[in-house]
């Protein structure tokens, strides 16, 4: 039976009816969303903590419950992934944590799920198909390409699996034993799609995506990355997707028994579809390879906004400049809402707070500064000012008053509803994938890999960063200005190579998996460059109207005109010849 929070749609009327109805009663629904958490979370520890004496109504809870981070929050979570399981932040058991990036310590985030918490995401992704059909009609005649992975999961103390939100998605029935819907044809079997071994995973998704080319109608990944990931796996084994399509075979790699398994109702000899493959893919030039490949593709599903955004000409390139669909806008901590005009530029994209997916607060952001206050007051959903940034703080069934760390632009209002531009992640400087690395994380990082430069007299002066993205998979580069006291002694090459491996040692557990487990992030690069180039940075930032007495060397840089700069005064350039380590059975990491 379902939840009474996911209800029935008959037809895409019912569904745009419902997002009318709650977004035209957003006051209300938010009104009625936290009074359900409050009355049915009464007697867990926490809220007793501060004295709420069964209060549903937000002036009570505003002026007892604190806004909190995850570090307030994490001795209680610690206990529940311990084993205890009394009530001490939800009345319904904690069934899962899902995992997220960037805690103080660099390593994961673990979030409390309860079971309906799934059935509010499945609520969400219920929503997207039908809004996408006013705007690109058809879509039911034809298939999906989208390459969905699983990643690693464990278990904490108590017994409770540790995933990321998608993870626990794809695992779950609701995925995995879905009914047929037109709409949401996958060329990609379920098989393919659970299997954790990434290269296997993609080599089936791929080959069935080749199989189903005439039919795919829309291609995507969660992150933009993802899908460049795809093309770039394309470019290097479409030879061998050749041969197997060109004879039936599957590839020994692929050695998972279910894969193999599932397989077998689709391989089949097709000689003139590997021919059209091989024309294509041995072509030196791959502009509009998606196009090619797949000629009746609409576009793109993908997240473009935020670090995303850097793969936008990259993502044109491939597809000759297909549509990049951003449906929705979630977190391993709650999915919060939905693009209304799916098919507008990335840049434009906004996305609608569903007032029914939690109750919504919004801490004000300093314009000057882009930093938020504990002593400002917290702002309704519907009482939010268009043009003003803000910081989502969220109340959930197991969190309350939480901080999410994701700073939104608000650009309009649905009904009353307000439409939200991701701006940026608080405090991350880099990302290449699911990683995000903190202005700390990479200070620490340097100053670990600074320590070998002490037996050759030499410091490290200045350093600045960005992340590059014009290879595949993307990766980090570290700038750094050196002081040699002695030119005779001189770090050696070896030793700058051992500094790239030490810094993505000292890197947190997310890119380290992304380097060893997923390899959707390259070798961290090391360019040193010539003395005297952070003062040039320096002077090119005052010709440009900063001020001598405020300025400060970015500690990652993305405007065109300073990484050419930069560039163009390295004088050498070193990465590791070595993996970071990652290992979770051995580390005993809780890892996405």
Partial sequence: MAHKCLPAFEDDAA????????????DAVQTNVLAEILRRNAETEYLQLYSLAGATDRATFKSKIPVVTYEDL????QRIANGDRSPILSAHPISEFLTSSGTSAGERKLMPAINEDLDRRQLLYSLLMP???????GLDKGKALYFLFVKSETKTPGGLLARPVLTSYYKSDRFKARPYDPYNVYTSPNEAILCPDSFQSMYAQMLCGLYDREQVLRIGAIFASGLLRAIRFLHLYWKELCQDIRTGTLDKRVSDP???????QILRPDHALANVIESECSKENWEGIITRIWPNAKYLEVIVTGA??????????????LPKVCTMYASSECYFGINLNPLCEPSEVSYTIMPNMAYFEFLPCDPHSGSTSNNVSLVDLVNVEIGKEYELVITTYALYRYRVGDILRVTGFHNSAPKFQFVRRKGVLLSIDSDKTTEPELQSAIDNASKLLNRFDTNVVEYTSYADTRSIPGHYVIFWELLVKNPANYPTDEVLEQCCLVMEESLNSVYRQGRVECKSIGPLELRVVKNGTFEC???HALSRGASINQYKVPRCVSYTPIMELLDSRVVASYVSRSLPQWNQKATGEVVV
């Avoid at 809004?131 to 009609?137: A, F, I, L």
Wanted: glycine share 4%.
């Fill in 15 to 26: 569904v745009i009816q419902f997002i009318e109805d709650v977004t035209a009663n957003a």
């Fill in 74 to 77: 994490e001795p209680f979570i």
């Fill in 131 to 137: 809004v996408m059909n006013m705007y690109m009609p």
């Fill in 258 to 264: 279910d894969i193999q398994q599932c397989m077998v």
């Fill in 308 to 321: 995303m955004a850097q793969y936008i000409p990259t993502l044109d390139y491939y597809s000759g400049g």
């Fill in 537 to 539: 940075l320096m002077d």
